[in-house]
């Protein structure tokens, strides 16, 4: 079965840090771009970030901008969402995705999901 993991959720006091990783099963990442999502219960699943197969990336979202990052390590086959500068409103199930290149940000351009993992920010 083609699906991502992530890993590297859990809770986290405001300002803190987070790393979350993104690795596959069942596909080879270095093929596909890498996109990171969030939803929060009763709302749309939001695009945050996406990192094309070359490395390049492309923000979606004004509310994580200079304080998430995303990375690729294709010889791991992983790819990492670094979130700094926590705060409350951060909170949501995380989830990576891949698709064949970085585009809008819509979930229909995005071909392969992982569960998500949760990321709880709170003192």
């Known amino acids: 079965q083609r699906q991502l993991v992530e890993s590297g959720g859990g809770r986290v006091q405001p300002g803190g840090s987070l790393r979350l990783s993104c690795t596959p099963s069942?596909?080879?990442?270095?093929?596909?771009?890498i996109g990171w999502f969030r939803q929060v219960p009763g709302k749309e699943r939001e695009g945050l970030l996406c990192?094309?197969?070359?490395?390049?990336?492309?923000n979606y979202a004004d509310s994580v901008k200079g304080r998430f990052t995303i990375s690729r390590d294709n010889a791991k086959n992983t790819v990492h969402l670094q979130m700094n500068s926590l705060k409350p409103e951060d909170t949501a199930v995380y989830f990576c995705?891949?698709?064949?290149?970085?585009?809008?940000?819509?979930?229909?351009?995005?071909?392969?999901w992982g569960q998500g993992t949760q990321v709880t920010v709170s003192s």
């Open positions: 995705a891949a698709a064949a290149l970085c585009e809008g940000g819509r979930i229909s351009e995005f071909d392969y």
């Open positions: 069942g596909i080879t990442m270095d093929y596909y771009a």
């Open positions: 990192i094309s197969r070359g490395g390049a990336s492309i």
